[in-house]
């Protein structure tokens, strides 16, 4: 604005001017302000582009101390509108009425700065309403008609002294937190090695109950072995034999042996595989010249309870895969069949299904058939099924179990379908050659 144009104008409706935007409590005549003005030695009318521009119209909160007695003599609109004071109101009071420290302490802060000339201080100030406000003042010695003064713009810090407040709980709580969880470190370091010399001293456990096993077993079966032998030559003389009770003797002998033997290796092959023990060596078979190899172990069995086999499998059917395994599963499952198998009934081995990257093998026997309830449980190890077979054979129970976790291991898998004195179709997967 035009200094010449507002000496013309209504000095009241100029100030309104200016005070506008401002809130309800930046009360400012001209009358106050002129007064101010010459008790220190300045014209308004030739001073007030530099007022407006420097200090009046200035966004930072800006007041005008005398350092002698704290009076202030002057205060910008922000001032007014940060206080809630009219001009007329702030310039009769004290810095001591605005400070929260003590008169003594807040002059003692004045006569320091214009000593040492220090302008930045931390002080707490009071506002109209009571609140506390955390305020920073940099205050600057300012030398008008040859008296000092100070000049102080204050910035209200109030904001980030709760800030400030807050990181400190927070970074406290921090360190509890990280002295808790040292704490507990030093506890699960502690656990940990505790937990290491027990998984030491079960592998070591282990590795004996591994080799104990390993020479029991193998005492077991050469014994076992030698008794089969011995009690299959007594059951090929029994066309020789006029002793009935021998005959029968002779037959429970052979079939108690063959039980004992098949629950030994059964035993022995889940032993292996639940220790992670058995090694797999895949290599490529003719699977209709393995089913044969296999139907020739339980000839005498079969024979007994005049079982015929009819071995479906196509020529040239190749498979790859671990020979002691697979051997493994087609005894479990050949001896299940007959054993669940009527006198007189057929076992079929044959393909279902012929994938690009598996063959499915079937199983199937026309005998007793599972019931409903047993199928849901069946390939569970919580569930140990002991049915006895059609001629009062027993079994340990293990045999699908260990059927089922052998293909696991192979990357196979075992179903079945089955209706009560029907019979029963299992189907597994194995790798083609």
Known sequence: MDIGESTHENKQSYYSKLISGYSPYVLIEKEILDNVLNSLGINFENNESFLVELFLFNKSVMLLIDPEDGSILLANLAALDFYQYSLEKIISMNISEINVLSYEEVKSEML?????????????????????????????????????????????????????????????????????????????????????????????????????????????????????????????????????????????????????????????????????????????????????????????YSQLKKIKFCNEIPDNTMIKSDLNIINTIFRNLLSNAIKYSYAGGMVKVGVANMEQNYVTVFISDNGVGIDELTQQKILNIRFINKRMGTMGESGSGLGLILVKDLLDGLGGKIWFDSTENVGTNFYFTIYKG
């Open 112 to 300: 320091k700065a214009k000593k040492f000339k220090r302008n930045h201080f931390k002080f707490v100030h009071r506002i109209a309403n009571n609140s506390i406000c955390n305020v920073d003042v940099f205050s600057t010695p300012f030398v008008l008609n040859s008296k000092m003064y100070l000049l102080s713009t204050i910035v209200d810090t109030t904001d980030f002294k709760v800030m400030e407040s807050e990181l400190k709980r927070a970074n406290n709580e921090l360190i509890i937190a990280n002295s808790i969880l040292s704490d507990q470190l030093v506890q699960f370091k502690a656990i940990n090695n505790r937990l290491l010399e027990s998984e030491k001293y079960l592998t070591e456990l282990n590795s004996k109950k591994d080799r104990f096993l390993s020479i029991l077993s193998h005492d077991m079966k050469n014994n076992l072995r030698l008794i089969l032998d011995n009690s299959a030559y007594l059951k090929s003389l029994e066309s020789q034999s006029d002793n009935q009770e021998a005959v029968i003797l002779s037959d429970q002998i052979y079939d108690g042996i063959n039980q004992v033997n098949d629950l030994l290796e059964n035993l022995l092959d889940w032993s292996r595989m639940q220790s992670g023990r058995i090694s797999i060596f895949v290599s490529d078979y003719n699977l209709r010249e393995l089913v044969e190899n296999n139907l020739k172990l339980f000839k005498n």
